[in-house]
């Protein structure tokens, strides 16, 4: 297994869109919404226009394919707390979760956060969903609790770096 874990090149960005998709949330029992949910504006915020001045992309390349990213950044999302703080977002293909990918993912997104000067990261997460336990045990805390647009209820998490 030769994995690696680098920054999104530019040439690389328009994957975002596959991994957004993947990063939906889908309880046990129901069934996937159509690919094309991604293009809902709420939803879509967190690819549109990538590679802006604050905006992050690590990614996780396995034996030359992209398995699983993780990107922030600036925008008035779910889980926005402020102008200075990037919101994650972060995807590994359903075939490759449960290899450790994703620590590695946000550990290096985290270093590279940190090098950029910012002080601390949030996301927004369902709160049945089992990635509430993955991003405690990163070293995110809970801040607040609301309704996303579809009217499921998400925690509010922060990380400081």
């Not at 993947?22 to 690919?35: D, L, S, T, V």
């Not at 094309?36 to 504006?41: E, G, L, N």
């Not at 398995?67 to 200075?84: F, K, L, M, Q, S």
């Not at 359903?94 to 090098?115: D, K, V």
């Amino acid at each position: 297994m030769n994995l690696i874990i680098r920054e999104i090149r530019e040439s690389e960005y328009p994957i975002l869109e596959d991994f957004l998709y993947h990063a939906i949330y889908i309880p046990p029992g129901e069934e996937y919404p159509p690919r094309k949910i991604i293009f809902d504006p709420e939803i879509y915020i967190y690819v549109k226009d990538f590679g802006k001045a604050d905006d992050c992309g690590i990614i996780a390349e396995l034996d030359g394919e992209i398995v699983g990213a993780a990107w922030t950044r600036i925008i008035p999302a779910y889980g926005n707390i402020d102008e200075n703080t990037p919101e994650l977002a972060i995807s590994i293909l359903p075939e490759h979760r449960g290899q450790n990918i994703g620590t590695m993912l946000m550990e290096h997104l985290f270093e590279t956060l940190r090098l950029r000067g910012y002080k601390r990261t949030s996301l927004s997460v369902q709160q049945n969903n089992p990635a509430v336990r993955f991003y405690k045990r990163l070293g995110y805390e809970i801040t607040d609790e609301k309704l996303d647009h579809a009217g499921h209820e998400d925690y509010i998490m922060v990380k400081k770096l």
